[in-house]
């Protein structure tokens, strides 16, 4: 069994900053990619950023130059940091990891269970 969790979510003023914290636990043998998504009211949930287990990253293209991936993979954690926050950026914001949970078995994606993030103008 693997949980996910995610925290640092809240209210923050349009330019301010919010750190989101993700971390897996359970019966893990490996991570592979860990990922970002976000959902606005009323749509689909979208990727925000992506990071592989050997630090390449990806962003969409709405939050480039603003927000950063990052990964501690000793903890079992990604990290998200928003930086020059817009009121479009307001959404529950989801982890996403890909697991392995023992040598010969395949991956699986793990989803926690959404942060709110809300920005003010």
């Known amino acids: 069994q693997v949980q996910v969790v995610e925290s640092g979510g809240g209210l923050v003023q349009a330019g301010g900053s919010l750190r989101l914290s993700c971390a897996a636990s359970g019966t893990i043998f490996s991570i592979n990619d860990m990922a970002w998504y976000r959902q606005a009211p009323g749509k689909q949930r979208v990727l925000v950023a992506t990071?592989?287990?050997?630090?390449?990253?990806n962003y969409a293209d709405s939050v480039k130059d603003r927000f950063t991936i990052s990964r501690d993979n000793a903890k079992k954690t990604v990290y998200l940091q928003m930086d020059s926050l817009k009121p479009e950026d307001t959404a529950v914001y989801y982890c996403?990891?890909?697991?392995?949970?023992?040598?010969?078995?395949?991956?699986?994606?793990?989803w926690g269970q959404g942060t709110q993030v809300t920005v003010s103008s």
């Open positions: 990071i592989t287990s050997g630090d390449v990253t």
């Open positions: 996403n990891v890909e697991v392995r949970t023992g040598w010969s078995t395949g991956t699986r994606d793990y």
